[in-house]
């Protein structure tokens, strides 16, 4: 079945403890990005990936670093958490946008964060 | 960079009735494509419906409809014979269609539709 998986998908933590959402793909799809969504503002993007080893910002990167050793994973890592990141965080894959078919995202199931 | 706004935080509808929820976006690329998401109370995100920009018939899913208005950059969701599943929080996504334009998906802050029995 294809599918994003993240883990965990509920998570509470105190601030400054450093944490990995993982997230991992089994579509072959080249694009991942990051997101977190907050009430009134939908879904911003953190960071996104074209490729492995191709990482670049999304809108609201501070705070966040990602890494993309492996086609499949893109684990979100938040180094020294706030409590303004408190937040649903989703991942999503997506095959390259000239591929002339699907263009749609797949998105992980969410995880939910809370920083104390 | 793209934008894209939804002006109706909220909505409601009798069940069996039509409701179309709005969508604007700011783009100046000529090759992009356009989303409906739909978020239910499991905040898992589902692909409604979506628009190429170089197509102009507009898409049709079952009771999902969309009016695409390129030259007015609008790009509006049609539920008909709403049913109590409909509800859920919906967002509009833009997407470029350019490898070269950085971003990848921009979304709207949503519109929550509720579904009256």
């Known amino acids: 079945e294809a599918q994003v998986t993240q883990n965990p998908r509920y998570l509470i933590t105190v601030t400054g403890k450093k944490l990995t959402v993982t997230c991992s793909q089994n579509m072959n799809h080249e694009y991942m990005s990051w997101y977190r969504q907050d009430p009134g503002l939908g879904l911003r993007q953190i960071y996104y990936?074209?490729?492995?080893?191709?990482?670049d910002k999304g809108d609201v990167p501070e705070g966040y670093k990602v890494s993309r050793k492996e086609k499949r994973n893109f684990p979100l890592i938040l180094e020294s958490p706030s409590p303004n990141q408190t937040s649903l965080y989703f991942c999503?894959?997506?095959?390259?946008?000239?591929?002339?078919?699907?263009?749609?995202?797949?998105f992980g199931p969410g995880t939910r964060l809370t920083v104390l | 960079a793209q934008t894209v706004t939804q002006s109706q935080p909220e909505m409601s509808v009798q069940e069996a009735e039509t409701v179309t929820l709005s969508c604007t976006y700011d783009?100046?690329?000529?090759?992009?494509?356009l989303f409906w998401y739909k978020q239910p109370p499991s905040r898992q995100m589902i692909l409604v419906i979506r628009?190429?920009?170089?197509?102009?018939q507009n898409a049709t899913e079952n009771r999902f409809s969309v009016n695409f208005q390129k030259a007015a950059k609008s790009f509006s969701l049609k539920i008909s014979d709403s049913q109590l599943g409909d509800a859920a929080m919906y967002f509009c996504?833009?997407?470029?269609?350019?490898?070269?334009?950085?971003?990848?998906?921009?979304f709207g802050p949503g519109t929550r539709l509720s579904v009256l029995p």
């Open positions: 990936s074209m490729n492995v080893e191709v990482t």
């Open positions: 996504a833009y997407r470029s269609g350019s490898d070269n334009y950085g971003q990848n998906f921009v």
């Open positions: 999503a894959s997506s095959p390259p946008p000239w591929w002339r078919g699907v263009h749609t995202q797949y």
């Open positions: 628009q190429e920009a170089y197509k102009q």
């Open positions: 783009t100046s690329e000529s090759d992009y494509y």
